[in-house]
Nanobody, 120 residues
């Protein structure tokens, strides 16, 4: 069993910043890619940023240049820092982890989601 616990969401003013965290725990042998997705009301879930086990990163064009994804492998945790937030960044943000719970088994897990609201 794998658990993903997200934190760091909330209400932020336009132009502000926030840092999301997602910690994985439970049966984990190793972790491959980690990422953040978001889903705004009435829209499909979309990739925000992802980071590979080797540290390579990928960002959505809408957040590129004002977001940084990072990971702490010792803590099985992924972070997303977002700056210059805009009202269109308002969404539920979900952590996603591609991991190996035990040798020969691969699992993709989602967090429960954390609300980010950008509003004055």
């Amino acid at each position: 069993q794998v658990q993903l616990v997200e934190s760091g969401g909330g209400l932020v003013q336009p132009g502000g910043s926030l840092r999301l965290s997602c910690a994985a725990s439970g049966s984990i042998f190793s972790i491959n890619a980690m990422g953040w997705y978001r889903q705004a009301p009435g829209k499909q879930r979309e990739l925000v940023a992802a980071i590979s086990s080797g540290g390579s990163t990928n960002y959505a064009d809408s957040v590129k240049g004002r977001s940084t994804i990072s990971r702490d492998n010792a803590k099985n945790t992924v972070y997303l820092e977002m700056n210059s937030l805009k009202p269109e960044d308002t969404a539920v943000y979900y952590c996603n982890v591609d991991l190996i719970p035990r040798v020969g088994v691969r699992k993709n897990s989602w967090g429960q989601g954390t609300q980010v609201t950008v509003s004055s």
